[in-house]
């Protein structure tokens, strides 16, 4: 069974970093895109970062790019989210997600994604 993991979340204070990790088991998604989003309290998930297969190309929303950076690891089987100077309005809980098929570039869509992980908590303080 496909499974996809994030780990890495936690309470920082604003101006740290952190790094997320996405591991994924049950199939190689090293041929697909992938891409995180976050949802805050009382808000609908949004668009954080995406990835194409080959990892050549990248996409951010605007409210982290220059701040955060999304890579991947095939070998790996997992996925990244570098985030630096993190701010209090970043706070939500993380989901890493695979589209639905294997290929393409970067997808902002959510439900252009087939599998996603559980989510991880990342809460920044002032």
């Known amino acids: 069974q496909e499974q996809l993991v994030e780990s890495g979340g936690g309470l920082v204070q604003a101006g740290d970093s952190l790094r997320l990790s996405c591991l994924a088991s049950g199939r190689s998604f090293s041929k697909y895109p992938m891409g995180w989003f976050r949802q805050a309290p009382g808000k609908t998930r949004e668009f954080v970062a995406a990835i194409s297969w080959s990892g050549g190309v990248t996409d951010y929303a605007d409210s982290v790019k220059g701040r955060f950076t999304i890579s991947r690891d095939g070998a790996k089987n997992t996925l990244y989210l570098q985030m630096n100077s993190l701010r209090p309005d970043d706070t939500a809980v993380y989901y890493c997600?695979?589209?639905?098929?294997?290929?393409?570039?970067?997808?902002?869509?959510?439900?252009?994604?087939?599998?996603w992980g559980q989510g991880t908590q990342v809460t920044v303080s002032s």
């Open positions: 997600a695979a589209l639905r098929t294997q290929y393409g570039g970067t997808y902002r869509q959510d439900r252009s994604y087939g599998y």
